[in-house]
T-cell receptor
């Protein structure tokens, strides 16, 4: 069974629509992240959460919002999707702490905004 | 600012060694990482190195860190077709151990 799951895996939508991407984890980690991946740009951090009551903006949070419904669930919303939000979106989790930080990634959601 | 850069593409023959390079700009990095992304999948941690180390070896993988030049490399010995993937380097900074800055990724193609 996958430790970090994302739904949906693929989504095609139209400009202006509201979209929610969901992430669930069974690893028991406190820390969760949302990234987007674009060819030639690597992964860029959108939002991250260190526990249920903690939400922080990443480097590209404009146009996105998040909700941490429980330790195991972290969802990403696009309130009004636009074509340049077409990308591959990844959720990740980590244990946190002062030492090295291994992040565990979900399989990704491919979002296309027409 | 934090910039982590990699070349976009590398092609090697099966059995040869692959060397994937990464440069970063923040000299205060505490840990540097190599992640692997196979087609259609998320990233998986391959290996990492603490900033006070110069080299780390793990089976076919050798990581070299040159702090003076802010250069990180990943050498894969005896490269196999199963090593074909995108490889990302990443860094974490003091006080932000849970936040990673990823490079642009290098696509490794292994040919027969």
């Amino acid at each position: 069974d996958a430790d970090v799951t994302q739904t949906p895996r693929n989504r095609i939508t139209k400009t202006g629509k509201r979209i929610m991407l969901e992430c669930s984890q069974t690893k028991g980690h406190d820390r969760m992240y949302w990234y987007r991946q674009d060819p030639g740009l690597g992964l860029r951090l959108i939002y991250y959460s260190f526990d249920v009551k903690d939400i922080n903006k990443g480097e590209i949070s404009d146009g996105y919002s998040v909700s941490r419904q429980a330790q195991a669930k972290f969802s990403l919303s696009l309130e009004s999707a636009i074509p340049n939000q077409t990308a591959l979106y990844f959720c990740a989790t980590s244990r946190g702490g002062p030492s090295y930080n291994e992040q565990f990634f979900g399989p990704g959601t491919r979002l296309t905004v027409l | 600012g934090e910039d982590v850069e990699q070349s976009l593409f590398l092609s090697v023959r099966e059995g040869d060694s692959s060397v994937i390079n990464c440069t970063y700009t923040d000299s205060s990095s505490t840990y540097l990482y190599w992640y692997k992304q196979e087609p259609g999948a998320g990233l998986q941690l391959l290996t990492y190195i603490f900033s006070n180390m110069d080299m780390k070896q793990d089976q076919r993988l050798t990581v070299l860190l040159n702090k003076k030049d802010k250069h990180l490399s990943l050498r894969i010995a005896d490269t196999q077709t199963g090593d074909s993937a995108i490889y990302f380097c990443a860094e974490s900074l003091p006080g932000t151990a849970s936040k990673l800055t990823f490079g642009t990724g290098t696509r490794l193609q292994v040919t027969l």
